[in-house]
């Protein structure tokens, strides 16, 4: 059983920053991509930043500047730091990590359970 805990959300003023955390415990072999996903409400899931065990790294254009992705791979941890926050910015943010649980074995796309984060005066 792998388990992504995410923490870090809550609200803030625009302009304003926050970080996000998740750590992954579990069965774990290696983590090859952990990131950041969000829905904000009547949209789709899409893509804030991930980074591969290497550091590299792809984030969506919209937080390019604003945002910044880091790992600390021991601690099977990924933040999200985000800067210069917009009330675009307003959505669930999910941590995803796509990870083997065995070193021969298949590779999982785990989820969190997802951190509110609020952008508003």
């Known amino acids: 059983q792998v388990q992504l805990v995410e923490s870090g959300g809550g609200l803030v003023q625009p302009g304003g920053s926050l970080r996000l955390s998740c750590t992954a415990s579990?069965?774990?072999?290696?983590?090859?991509?952990m990131g950041w996903y969000r829905q904000a409400p009547g949209k789709q899931r899409e893509l804030v930043a991930v980074?591969?065990?290497?550091?590299?790294?792809n984030s969506a254009d919209s937080v390019k500047g604003r945002f910044s992705i880091s790992r600390d791979n021991a601690k099977n941890t990924v933040y999200l730091q985000m800067n210069s926050l917009k009330s675009e910015d307003t959505a669930v943010y999910y941590c995803?990590?796509?990870?083997?649980?065995?070193?021969?074995?298949?590779?999982?796309?785990?989820w969190g359970q997802g951190t509110q984060v609020t952008v508003s005066s």
């Open positions: 995803n990590a796509i990870l083997k649980r065995v070193a021969d074995g298949p590779s999982y796309n785990y």
């Open positions: 579990g069965r774990i072999f290696s983590i090859n991509v």
């Open positions: 980074m591969t065990s290497g550091g590299t790294t």
